[in-house]
């Protein structure tokens, strides 16, 4: 059990360490932004839950089914994917990618550069269907209806179609590609560069020289 947590730790550390190395030289992902992400992630999160919980009351083989058929779908996925968290050390990336295939069960994680606007619409398009499938398999096989069944479903339903709804919101406007606000700390190397070179080339007129950078 603890070679197994050390495992799992090491791996999302791994993750973690890369993104923020692979990620130094793009534009900062603003407040708003940061909001709508969580928002996005817990409203898809509920969804599936409630939708894997309904669907387990009536059968949990149906259950372990659809979400075993997803994980191989996922273990293909990063399997094939481009990841180069640990250099060399084939078996630590393979155990990463075992622990994002099981990760990929209830929320989407991005694990390589460009295009993931597609890979969370592919993704969430299959989970939104396999939600849907399992909602209707307990509505269609509850002996009886009782007064909460409306609500659990528009719970699913409506959990997926507004975190859809901001997902659109967070790609057009507050992506860190839409939004030119950056760290301070990310532009003030290049800033100083730039200074450097101006004052280098303007001789005699650089100590009355000054460089203003406004930041929007």
């Known amino acids: 059990k603890q070679w197994y947590q050390r495992r799992v730790r090491g791996s999302m550390t791994s993750y973690i360490n890369e993104h923020r190395a692979a990620s130094y030289n793009k534009a900062s992902l603003s407040v708003m932004g940061y909001i709508l992400l969580v928002l996005i992630k817990c409203l898809m999160c509920l969804a599936r839950i409630v939708a894997i919980l309904l669907a387990i009351t009536i059968s949990g083989y149906v259950v372990l089914g659809v979400l075993a058929v997803h994980w191989l779908s996922c273990l293909i ?23 994002t295939s099981i990760t990929l069960i209830l929320v989407f994680i991005n694990i ?5 606007r597609v890979r969370w619409g592919i993704y969430h398009g299959y989970t939104g269907l396999q939600n849907l499938g399992m909602v209707l398999f307990w509505y269609f096989k509850m002996p009886n209806h009782p007064w909460y069944t409306n609500a659990l479903i528009g719970l699913v339903v409506g959990s997926t179609l507004l975190g859809s709804l901001l997902s659109l919101l967070y790609y057009w406007f507050y992506h860190p590609s839409k939004t030119p606000v950056m760290h301070l700390s990310r532009i003030r190397p290049t800033l100083e560069r730039l200074k450097e070179k101006h004052l280098g080339q303007s001789g005699t007129r650089s100590e009355r020289t000054e460089m203003h950078v406004t930041t929007i």
């Open 77 to 99: 996925y990063v399997a094939f994917a481009r990841t180069h968290f640990y250099g060399g050390l084939v078996w630590n990336e393979w155990f990463f990618k075992l622990v």
């Open 112 to 116: 390589v550069e460009g295009k993931s």
